[in-house]
Structures are given as structure tokens and as C-alpha cells.
């Protein structure tokens, strides 16, 4: 982007930590927090505040806060705003309903603001300072911390186009937890959202601190957008290669082959076309990628029956519209 640096990925990853940064003097562009941080009161927020105290709770405790806070509670009431709720308010009881109704009202509000991103910038911003605060008192380790960062990473490129659209989620989502977390309290919501707002001015305008600004929104590829990570449809964790006409340009998935799986990966052998490449296409290695197995079934869950089918297996979809096995020809 015109006047902007061109960021990269591990720069890419901290910045989305930009507001908690702000707002707890921590470095903003370098994974070590900095040197003035009291490790031992640190230590001690991590396990008051979200029971942390080793390495299996710290993944515990910043997964459970990626896929079951404030993003996705949203996506709860944006059922219901779309008529298709996730489930019957009936089966609460009359103060779980009470609340949830009332939580439900106030995210409205953003709603004209956010549509389907909802607050997922809080969830992962907030994860990212977690992951570099254990990483801090040496409760996760590099390698931990670098695989963390690269999923966290990943769902945020995806979902947003700048930093602009991130802020605003970032902004609306942390006001909603803090007035669900505060048991509906207003002026603990409004509280948060001006903490925000002068944490988000300094991001953008101040000189010193301007990192919102001075760097552009990481550059790629979006790959299955509108897929949501997390939803975990098969128990294989293999890979499998995917052309861009399916992974990109969304087009239906026409063909599947089974192949040897390649050696020293975790790969499933499967390989995945929309079945109108041509061999120049598919010969060109950056047309293709490689991808969980169960990332593509969220795409496309049809594609779930076959996956367990033998080497040499091809799938095709037929002139109806369905999946089906090739039948082999005789001779």
C-alpha cells in the first residue's frame, strides 16, 4: 500500500496486540513484552485472572478465550437478528434468559458497524497479549508461542482487509465484554470503549506510536474466506492439497483423487480441483496449497464420506450435482 511499510508475518501477528500494548506500555511491534514488566505480578494476573500456571492451562484457558467469548456470542444473537437461532431461548431459565436478552440488545447496537466480523479483533488481540504474556514468564515456549501466533494470525488476515476494520471490532468488542463481564453495567462498557478509543488515537496519530498507520494490513492470498476455523467436523488432522479455483475463487469442488501421500508430512494423500484446471494450471505450483482436511470440509462437507476411501480412489460430481466414486473401467 502507496506510503505505507509493507509488513511481515511475525510483525503482522504482534500488532494485533496493538491496544492491550498501548495499554500496558509493552513493546508494540517485538514478541518480548520489554524489560520494565514485573514478571512475578504478572505471573500472578495469569493465574487470577484466567487460572494459568503452566503451559497445559495457558493453551486451555487462550484457546477456550479464542472460540467461546465475545466473537462467539455474537454469532449467537446474530442468529437470532437473521431468524436462525442456534438454539430455543425457552430452554434457559428466566435469569439466563434475562441476561442474555439484555447482552443481546446492547451488541445490537454495533451491529450497523460490524455485520458478520462482529468483535473478533478483541478475541484475537487479547489472545495474542495472553500468548505474549505466558511467553513472557516462560510459560510458553518459543515454539508454542510461534504456532499460537500463526493460527491467531491467520483467522485475522482473513477476516479483515485493514487495520481500520480491526480497530472498530476491537473497539466495539471489547465495550461488550466489559459490560457483559460487569453483569450489564453501562458505565463499565463506556468506560472501556474511551480506555479504547485513546489506546486506537495513539495507534493511528501519535507519532511514537503510530504503528496502525505506518504499516500496511498484511499482503497474500485469502484462502476459503468466510470459513470459520475451529469447527471441528472429522478427527483426521492430515493435510491435503487444494487448487486456488477451489480455495479462492470458491468454485464447487468437481474432483478428487487419492494419491501416495507425500513422505515426512502429515498428509492425507487427497488431492482437490474444482475439475476445470488445465495441466499448465495445475502444473504451476503456486496455484496450489496445502491445507487440514478438515478446513476443506468446512467448505464443503460433502466431501466427508469419501475421505477414509482407499489410495487410487477418484470422486467426481456428477450431472446431478452429487459427489460420487468413479467407477473403475474393466480392461
Keep these: ?13 504482534i500488532l494485533l496486540s496493538g491496544i492491550p500494548s498501548i495499554l500496558n506500555g509493552y513493546d508494540l511491534v517485538k514478541l518480548e513484552v520489554g524489560e520494565k514488566i514485573n514478571r512475578e505480578a504478572l505471573r500472578k494476573h495469569l ?27 455474537y454469532e449467537q ?17 428466566e435469569k439466563a434468559r434475562l441476561f442474555f436478552e439484555g447482552c443481546k440488545t446492547f451488541a445490537k447496537q454495533f451491529y450497523p458497524f460490524l455485520k458478520e466480523q462482529g468483535f473478533a479483533a478483541f478475541d484475537y488481540g487479547e489472545c495474542v497479549r495472553m500468548i505474549r504474556e505466558c511467553y513472557a514468564v516462560d510459560i510458553l515456549d518459543r515454539e508454542t508461542v510461534e504456532m499460537m501466533l500463526q493460527d491467531i494470525g491467520t483467522r485475522a488476515f482473513r477476516q479483515f482487509d485493514s487495520w481500520e476494520e480491526f480497530a472498530i471490532s476491537y473497539l466495539c468488542g471489547g465495550c461488550y465484554f466489559m459490560f457483559r463481564s460487569s453483569g450489564m453495567n453501562n458505565d463499565y462498557g463506556s468506560m472501556m470503549f474511551q480506555n479504547e ?48 479455483r477451489v480455495s479462492i475463487d470458491q468454485d464447487k469442488i468437481c474432483y478428487m483423487v487419492r494419491e501416495e501421500p507425500s513422505k515426512d ?43 477414509e476411501e482407499p489410495i487410487g480412489t477418484v470422486v467426481i460430481r456428477n450431472a446431478e450435482g452429487k459427489l460420487v466414486k468413479e467407477e473403475k473401467q474393466e480392461g
Aim: hydrophobic content about 35%; aromatic content about 14%.
Design 197 to 244: 478509543l485513546q489506546a486506537i488515537e495513539k495507534l493511528f496519530f501519535e507519532s511514537r506510536t503510530n504503528v496502525w498507520n505506518r504499516y500496511s494490513w498484511l499482503e497474500g492470498k485469502k484462502y476459503f474466506p468466510g470459513i470459520k476455523e475451529g469447527k471441528k467436523l472429522i478427527e483426521s488432522t492430515l493435510g491435503c492439497f487444494v487448487t486456488d
Design 47 to 73: 493465574k487470577e485472572q484466567f487460572e494459568i500456571t503452566d503451559t497445559d492451562s495457558a493453551i486451555k484457558a487462550i484457546k477456550a478465550f479464542l472460540n467461546d467469548n465475545v466473537q462467539w456470542q
Design 77 to 93: 444473537f446474530l442468529g437470532f437478528w437473521k431468524d436462525e437461532p442456534q438454539f430455543d431461548l425457552e430452554e434457559l431459565d
Design 265 to 307: 508430512n502429515p498428509d492425507s494423500g487427497w488431492r482437490i480441483f474444482a475439475g476445470d484446471e488445465t495441466q499448465e494450471y495445475i502444473d504451476d505450483i503456486d496455484h496450489t496449497q496445502v491445507f487440514s482436511l478438515n478446513t476443506v470440509c468446512n467448505y464443503d462437507p460433502d466431501i466427508i464420506p469419501f475421505l
Design 1 to 13: 500500500m502507496e506510503g505505507k511499510i509493507a509488513i511481515q508475518r511475525e510483525e503482522f501477528e
